[in-house]
C-alpha cells in the first residue's frame, strides 16, 4: 500500500514569493492534516480536512496561508507571499476517521526562504 | 491544554545499551500515546501506540507503558542498533479508547538518539 506523497521535497525560493505544497494521503483515508515542524521541535497542526471540508484550521496564518482538498481527497497549502520566517518542513498526514488517530505523514516538503 | 515533555537530547549509546527516552503528558481525560520516529530525511512513522491505561506498546523491540498514575509513557529497548539512530516523539491525542475527544496531535519536542558501533 503506498504511503502518504508529498512533492516537492525540497524547495528554495526567495522571500515575498509564493509557494505551493501537495499532498496525496493514503487510499481511502477521509482525514487529512498539513503540519508545520521548525527546526528542533515536534510537528505543529496548521488544518485538519475531514474530507473536503476544513473542520480546524484555527491555527493557520489566514493572512499568508492557504490549503484546499479539491475532492476530498489531493491537497495543496499555499504561502503567498512566503517570509523568512516560514523555512521548515511542511508535513502532511493522513488517518481514517473513527479510528483512535493513527496518522501517517509523509516524507515532508522542506521549505527555505532566502 | 494538552502537552508532552520529553527529556532532553541528544542521548548517545553505544551498541547493545539500554535505552529510555521519558516521556511525561498533561492532558484531560483519557489520551493516546504514541511514539513516532523520525529517521533522517524521511517523515514521522508510528513505533507504537498505547490506548487506554496499563497498555504497552510494543515495535521492533521498543516497548512503552501507558502508565495514568504517573501520566509517563516512556520509551524503553533493552539493546540498540546503530539503525535505531532517529529522532522520537512523544505524542498524544485527546481522542482515546472512549472515541471521544479531538483529532489533534500534541507532540514532544523531540529526542535525538545516535547509537555508536
Known amino acids: 500500500e503506498a504511503g502518504v506523497v508529498q512533492s516537492p521535497r525540497y524547495k528554495i525560493i526567495e522571500k515575498k514569493q509564493p509557494v505551493a505544497f501537495w499532498c496525496n494521503p493514503i487510499?481511502?483515508?477521509?482525514?487529512l492534516y498539513w503540519y508545520l515542524q521548525n527546526l528542533g521541535q515536534g510537528p505543529e497542526l496548521l488544518i485538519r480536512?475531514?474530507?473536503?471540508?476544513?473542520?480546524?484550521d484555527s491555527q493557520l496564518p489566514k493572512d499568508r496561508f492557504s490549503a484546499e482538498r479539491l475532492k476530498g481527497v489531493d491537497s495543496t497549502l499555499k504561502i503567498q507571499p512566503a517570509e523568512l520566517g516560514d523555512s521548515a518542513v511542511y508535513l502532511c498526514?493522513?488517518?481514517?476517521?473513527?479510528?483512535?488517530?493513527?496518522?501517517?505523514f509523509g516524507p515532508g516538503t522542506r521549505l527555505t526562504v532566502l | 491544554g494538552n502537552s508532552v515533555t520529553q527529556m532532553e537530547g541528544p542521548v548517545t549509546l553505544s551498541e547493545e545499551a539500554f535505552l529510555t527516552i521519558n516521556c511525561t503528558y498533561t492532558a484531560t481525560g483519557y489520551p493516546s500515546l504514541f511514539w513516532y520516529v523520525q529517521y533522517p530525511g524521511e517523515g514521522l512513522q508510528l513505533l507504537l501506540k498505547a490506548t487506554k491505561a496499563d497498555d504497552k506498546g510494543s515495535n521492533k523491540g521498543f516497548e512503552a507503558t501507558y502508565r495514568k498514575e504517573t501520566t509517563s509513557f516512556h520509551l524503553e529497548k533493552g539493546s540498540v542498533q546503530v539503525s535505531d539512530s532517529a529522532v522520537y516523539f512523544c505524542a498524544l491525542s485527546d481522542r482515546g479508547y472512549s472515541g471521544a475527544g479531538s483529532y489533534q496531535l500534541t507532540f514532544g519536542k523531540g529526542t535525538k538518539l545516535s547509537v555508536i558501533p
Open positions: 498526514a493522513s488517518s481514517l476517521v473513527g479510528t483512535v488517530n493513527e496518522q501517517f
Open positions: 487510499s481511502g483515508h477521509n482525514t
Open positions: 480536512y475531514e474530507n473536503e471540508e476544513a473542520v480546524d
